[in-house]
């Protein structure tokens, strides 16, 4: 594989000495940059980096970045890409005076995309999430996670996560697979949740298991979705299986549902809208990494998540996009940044350790991706000429990403 050689990077960003699995508290308001400086990949990763007095003569392949800043790919934790559908339709309902969880009472919401899924041929998915992986690439993102949820019965759950495993084989960007089959309740299912828990259980899982279709497991607890028994045993189900827990918890509800996934181990905890003191404490005695997702409340209304009392309390917050035809239709990192910062108060170094060295360990990539260490892999952007780190998340809604390359690769060209 030919050699890159970046030359002349106005600011490296993210680039670490002593790599470092995530940053919590107040470290993270610290974004260690180093200025004029050359980035050099080799075989898809990063052979080297350093001041521009240091920069090797030559390599196969020359970028002049004439000042522009270099910044690891975005690690996008958290996305529900592969859909059949749009659902503007629910969105002018929602400026019509409805909610999200009205909608979704009525049969809209995630039944909505289901019904849709479940007659769309597998093809067609594929090719449709397979746009979207583009242009999230485009943004800037260098690594994904993309849940199932779409399909609420066997075969269309299975055939979700084929689809999400064919994506992974399109793509030298790392795709991590989340079965969520406990996203809402199927209609044949109305009457009888138990039923479909053990649909879950004794159907969904071995299969998928078998086929080695998803990474982790995810359940949407949730009133109106599923309780927290019912998400701890969801999560107990799919360890026996080597599944970690990645879990849709508080998005509009304190239910418990961070204890259970705290108690159980889990990866992360997502959404996060509305936290109690208690869950805070309980945050503070875990590992799991809580991901805030500020395009939804931004998008159907609602609380943004309160990110400086988690940052305060010492805790690592990630931040992913939660790219979904619900409640996030938009897989733009950058302006989750801005949201990050605008409505959630976050700094723009600790929304870019969210956004890169935190997303990534929301995934168990913290060894490859989420920062410029020796040895990760060569998935970065160049951006647009920009006077400073924090106007990236200051211009929201401008897409300043220039150039994208994932594991030493060009994989967009806006010049
Ligand atoms: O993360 N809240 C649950 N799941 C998705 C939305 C799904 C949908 O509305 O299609 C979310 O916001
Ligand atoms: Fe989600």
Redesign the pocket.
């Given at each position: 594989m030919p050699s890159l050689l970046i030359r002349n990077i106005g600011t490296l960003v993210q680039a670490e000495t002593a790599p470092r699995p995530f940053v919590a508290g107040a470290a993270m308001q610290e974004l260690p940059v180093l200025e004029n400086a050359y980035l050099l990949a080799e075989a898809g990763r990063i052979a080297a980096f350093g001041p521009m007095a240091q920069c090797p003569e030559r390599a196969d392949e020359v970028v002049d970045a004439a000042g522009r800043m270099l910044f690891p790919s975005w690690c996008d934790s958290?996305t529900?890409l592969v859909?059949a559908a749009s659902?503007e339709a629910e969105f002018v309902d929602r400026i019509k005076g409805l909610s999200?969880e009205e909608i979704?009472r009525r049969g809209g919401?995630?039944l909505?995309?289901a019904r849709r899924l479940r007659e769309t041929p597998q093809e067609e998915l594929l090719q449709s999430a397979y746009g979207r992986l583009l242009e999230i690439q485009g943004f800037g993102s260098g690594a994904v996670e993309i849940k199932s949820?779409?399909g609420l019965d066997v075969e269309s759950e299975l055939k979700m996560l084929r689809v999400i495993r064919k994506l992974q084989s399109l793509t030298d960007m790392p795709v991590r697979a989340t079965f969520l089959g406990a996203?809402a309740l199927p209609p044949e299912y109305r009457d009888n949740r138990e039923g479909y828990i053990r649909l879950i259980i004794d159907e969904m899982l071995p299969r998928i298991a078998a086929e080695g279709l998803a990474d982790y497991i995810d359940a949407?607890c949730?009133k109106g979705?599923f309780t927290v028994g019912e998400t701890a045993r969801l999560i107990e189900a799919g360890a026996r299986y080597g599944l970690k827990a990645k879990v849709?918890t508080n998005?509009f509800n304190c239910l418990g549902g961070i204890q259970a996934c705290v108690e159980r181990g889990a990866l992360s905890v997502?959404?996060l809208e509305v936290v109690n003191d208690e869950e805070v404490e309980v945050l503070k005695r875990g590992n799991t990494m809580p991901t805030l997702?500020p395009s939804?409340p931004f998008f159907?209304g609602g609380h943004y998540q309160p990110a400086r009392r988690l940052i305060d309390a010492g805790l690592p917050v990630a931040l992913a996009t939660?790219y979904?035809?619900?409640?996030?239709p938009s897989g733009r990192m950058q302006f989750v940044l801005s949201l990050a910062c605008i409505k959630c108060r976050m700094t723009p170094e600790e929304a870019i350790n969210a956004a890169t060295l935190n997303g990534a360990r929301a995934m168990e990539l913290e060894n490859t991706h989420g920062s410029v260490a020796i040895g990760k892999a060569a998935s970065f952007f160049l951006t647009r000429p920009i006077p400073s780190v924090a106007y990236l998340p200051y211009a929201f809604g401008a897409d300043l990403v220039e150039q994208a390359f994932i594991n030493g690769k060009r994989v967009a060209d806006k010049r």
């Open positions: 958290h529900h859909f659902r999200y979704a919401g995630i909505n995309s949820g779409y996203h949407f949730e979705f849709h998005q997502d959404h997702l939804a159907i939660d979904n035809p619900g409640t996030t």
